[in-house]
Antibody, heavy 117, light 108 residues
Framework: EVQLVQSGAEVKKPGESLKISCKGSGYSFTSYWIGWVRQMPGKGLEWMGI????????RYSPSFQGQVTISADKSISTAYLQWSSLKASDTAMYYC??????????WGQGTMVTVSS | DIQMTQSPSSLSASVGDRVTITCRAS??????LNWYQQKPGKAPKLLIY???SLQSGVPSRFSGSGSGTDFTLTISSLQPEDFATYYCQQSYSTPQYSFGQGTKLEIK
């Protein structure tokens, strides 16, 4: 069974750094792109960027370029999303998703990030 | 950027109804169009990919059609578990796989 398991909820202060994770299992982690999706409270889905764990090829949506860093460690089948300096506007649920063919066919359970002073 | 526009934004319907949701792209995306269902507090679930291909395990009452700029998701006979929010997504323009704003399907 394909599974993506994300790290737990985080509560941070503005200016702090954060790295959340997404561990894949049940498939060849290096053979599929992994994307990250933001969902702000009560809002819709926003595609942030995508990484190919096989060679770490990473691409960002323009709105998120320079705001976050996407990475992966294929030795432990884990993708990451990180911030160097959080803002209150980063408060959101973050999902990782596997891209198969042209769609996201498997999703993590989500990681809630709350940034508040 | 490719903009995706769904209509309606919300919809009230009854169990057994036939429902259609529309998604329009700001430029041609061929058949690079996917549909997802999201229930409150849950991750999205893929229903339809490549405009009209049914994802494995998804009931056949869900169907998709369209190409170019205009697409539809149809639920042939609404079931109680179908009340949710539905999103279209284009996967034509890497890596900006933009979503529509969502359509909230509520019980009448």
């Amino acid at each position: 069974e394909v599974q993506l398991v994300q790290s737990g909820a985080e509560v941070k202060k503005p200016g702090e750094s954060l790295k959340i994770s997404c561990k894949g299992s049940g498939y060849s982690f290096t053979s599929y792109w992994i994307g990250w999706v933001r969902q702000m409270p009560g809002k819709g889905l926003e595609w942030m960027g995508i990484i190919y764990p096989g060679d770490s090829d990473t691409r960002y949506s323009p709105s998120f370029q320079g705001q976050v860093t996407i990475s992966a460690d294929k030795s432990i089948s884990t993708a990451y999303l990180q911030w160097s300096s959080l803002k209150a506007s980063d408060t959101a649920m973050y999902y990782c998703a596997r891209r198969s063919r042209i769609a996201a066919d498997a999703w993590g359970q989500g990681t809630m990030v709350t940034v508040s002073s | 950027d490719i903009q995706m526009t769904q209509s309606p934004s919300s919809l009230s319907a009854s169990v057994g109804d036939r429902v259609t949701i529309t998604c329009r792209a700001s430029q041609s995306i061929s058949s690079y169009l996917n549909w997802y269902q999201q229930k409150p507090g849950k991750a999205p679930k893929l229903l339809i990919y490549a405009a009209s291909s049914l994802q494995s395990g998804v009931p056949s009452r869900f169907s998709g059609s369209g190409s170019g700029t205009d697409f539809t998701l149809t639920i042939s006979s609404l079931q109680p578990e179908d009340f949710a929010t539905y999103y279209c997504q284009q996967s034509y323009s890497t890596p900006q796989y933009s979503f529509g704003q969502g359509t909230k399907l509520e019980i009448k």
